[in-house]
């Protein structure tokens, strides 16, 4: 399966990049952060999880390490190349059809601000096809002020900086995003596009999808836990 590279998205640096401009090198390096915490305090213990978006098993290998089933989901096959101890299934997200259903399904990675709004919603139909009845649906979203207060940059405790440099309007609510990431010894970028989503149209976006907010798991309302809405 030979996937091109999506439109307005681009990649530089070592390394294989994927078809949204992600360097897999770039991502084995990562750091996970608070997120399995995040995730393992919102959903019950040993939970089977559709991870969307997995990349690398940056979240994947800390889930499995909780107790939790993890199905891994990525377009890019060098990235699941380096997911050990998932199945894992090479697929765009917004067409996936497993015929099954999950715990939980998860969509992080701020996927649901596709610049695409087919894509987005593809997206989120394929959360609310596969979550069970009575499991949830976890989603990561932007911060508040994600495309705004630019160029801004941080050192992450690893040892490498994260420079965050443009956010160019390029029509129908998209922004053109441009990201730096400085390693002593590499450096890639990263150019994709987002849709800036307030509150109320991401939760309006979820109701188009058979969703709802069940509740907002961090004060900056970054990570959201889902839930179908009643039939």
Same mark, same amino acid.
């Given at each position: 399966?030979?996937?091109?590279? @999506? *439109?307005?998205?681009?990649?530089?640096?070592?390394?294989?990049?994927? #078809?949204?401009?992600?360097?897999?090198?770039?991502?084995?390096?990562? +750091?996970?952060?608070? *997120?399995?915490?995040?995730?393992?305090?919102?959903?019950?213990?040993?939970?089977?999880?559709?991870?969307?978006?997995?990349?690398?098993?940056?979240?994947?290998? #800390?889930?499995?390490?909780?107790?939790?089933?993890?199905?891994?989901?990525?377009?890019?096959? *060098?990235?699941?190349?380096?997911?050990?101890?998932?199945?894992?299934?090479? +697929?765009?997200?917004?067409?996936?059809? !497993?015929?099954?259903?999950?715990?939980?399904?998860?969509?992080?990675?701020? !996927?649901?601000?596709?610049?695409?709004?087919?894509?987005?919603?593809?997206?989120?139909?394929?959360?609310?096809?596969?979550?069970?009845?009575?499991?949830?649906?976890?989603?990561?979203?932007?911060?508040?002020?994600?495309?705004?207060?630019?160029?801004?940059?941080?050192?992450?405790?690893?040892?490498?900086?994260?420079?965050? !440099?443009?956010?160019? #309007?390029?029509?129908?609510?998209?922004?053109?995003?441009?990201?730096?990431?400085?390693?002593?010894?590499?450096? /890639?970028?990263?150019?994709?596009?987002? @849709? #800036?989503?307030?509150?109320?149209?991401? *939760?309006?976006?979820?109701?188009?999808?058979?969703?709802?907010?069940?509740?907002?798991?961090?004060?900056?309302?970054? /990570?959201? @836990?889902?839930?179908?809405?009643?039939?």
């Amino acid at each position: 399966m030979t996937i091109e590279m @999506r *439109e307005g998205y681009e990649g530089t640096g070592p390394g294989a990049i994927t #078809p949204d401009g992600c360097a897999v090198e770039l991502y084995a390096r990562l +750091s996970v952060g608070d *997120e399995p915490d995040i995730i393992a305090s919102a959903v019950p213990a040993g939970a089977h999880i559709l991870e969307l978006g997995s990349g690398v098993g940056r979240m994947t290998h #800390p889930l499995l390490e909780r107790g939790f089933t993890v199905t891994a989901v990525d377009e890019s096959a *060098e990235m699941l190349e380096r997911v050990r101890g998932a199945r894992t299934i090479r +697929s765009a997200i917004e067409t996936l059809d !497993l015929g099954e259903r999950f715990d939980v399904v998860m969509l992080a990675s701020f !996927l649901v601000h596709a610049g695409d709004a087919e894509v987005r919603r593809g997206m989120l139909g394929v959360c609310r096809s596969h979550v069970a009845d009575g499991g949830c649906v976890l989603i990561q979203r932007e911060g508040e002020n994600y495309h705004t207060d630019l160029p801004r940059e941080r050192l992450d405790p690893s040892g490498f900086t994260i420079r965050m !440099l443009s956010a160019e #309007p390029v029509g129908d609510g998209v922004n053109s995003v441009r990201a730096e990431y400085v390693f002593p010894d590499a450096v /890639w970028t990263q150019t994709f596009r987002a @849709r #800036p989503l307030s509150k109320e149209q991401f *939760e309006a976006a979820l109701a188009e999808a058979g969703l709802r907010v069940d509740r907002y798991l961090t004060e900056d309302r970054v /990570w959201v @836990r889902a839930v179908p809405l009643e039939a």
